[in-house]
């Protein structure tokens, strides 16, 4: 506490950022064959600097190996320091450390009013409460962040290393808005990092949740008028509905989008895509595939995606897989094998798993599959994607039909790495329960044909970062 009176908040975290740099960076592992093999460094060694830079983060050390050579200390575990001069000509050295950033995670400073972990029941795995709202995730792995959380010092760091894209959830360019939706004085203040970024070409991406009376409607035409005007290093936005689960006790109320809403909101964007083409040659701002499921809309062709910029946003994801599937089929010759499997997939992406189904058994017409919607009962019925779906539900809802010899279940229901669903429940556990094989299926659309055709021989891992996010489900 003394620490945080004197320096002040961002004062005291520098200065224990400065302390953890001086005793280094320990060495979780070392790669086979690497320089750092060849240099006798082992795990439980430390780096301490390269070319006398102490290391902040994952960033200073990727910056700083980036070279024809370097000159490393490293502190080992018996206490003796080396001094190694290492000519690596850019390669990476192949190091991991124990902490993957380096540093700590940053936790997300925002009350935003939709925040899906806010959401979310007690008693389950204590990283799913884990809010992140860090930088040099959304370089890492994708993340979108606020900007709220970040010093100018950061942004400093950003352009020095030259690093894109960064993925911002900008929700609102209105100030006062933005404020009330992060429930954060300083949120649209935090905007103007946004201009810095353009002035220095970073490329960004940015994400816009969209509540229903509040950032929608003239709202949503001020955001996207006003992002377009960094074009082209805002290289894409996408539009996506809260998720709202039934755990909103003491949260602000909100409604979820339905019917009219969708349709409002594919037209203001497919009319602003019309404009943005026209003028810059991309259609920039781009509607989640969850829109045009509730507005019982046909799903943009391939092009208008501008190369599925936002996939992780559920923007394209089932317009890719429907192309994939196709290009699986297309030079199958198909044949009479025969079997029987089931699979089970959240209410978003059921129609369509169905339609490629049929185009399946077009080709393998004594495949049987049984295909099964999962009602999300756990976390409410207004949440529809599969990667939200628990055990406790899919054990519930399957237990006694007919499922064949092998149930398939998308990779994305599973914990990062593992076998485990978000209840703890395991992929065994399902087996046991239901007394059927279970096939983890990877998310591309070979995949997808090649595990109904084939039985898997190895379980396959969805490998990420484990969270919820807070802006979407």
Known sequence: MEEIQTFGREGWQMKRGREVMKQGHVIKSVEPGSIAEELDLEAGDRLMSIDGHELEDIFDYEYYVQSESVTAVVRKRNGEEWELEIENDYEDLGLTFENGLMSEYRRCRNKCIFCFIDQMPRGMRETLYFKDDDSRLSFLQGNYITLTNMSDRDIDRIIKFKLSPINISVHTTNPELRCRMLGNRFAGEALKKIERLYEAETPMNGQIVLCKGINDGKELERTIEDLSAYLPWMES???????LS???DGLEPLEPMGREEAICTIDTVE?????LYEKFGTHFIHASDEFYILAGRELPEEGRYDGYLQLENGVGMVRLFLEEVDAALEGAAGDDRQGEISIATGALAFYYIGRCLEKVREKYPKIRVHLYQIINEYFGE???VAGLITGRDLIRQLRGKPLGDR???????FRSGEEVFLDDVTRQEVKTALQVEVDIVKSSGQDFVDAVLTPQEEPVFYKGYE???GERE
């Open 407 to 413: 149930l398939l279940l998308p990779a994305c229901m």
């Open 271 to 275: 009319r602003w895509q019309r404009r």
């Open 467 to 469: 969270r919820v996010r």
């Open 246 to 248: 039934k755990f909103r």
């Open 237 to 243: 936005v996408s539009v996506v509905p809260v998720g």
């Open 382 to 384: 207004q949440i529809t």
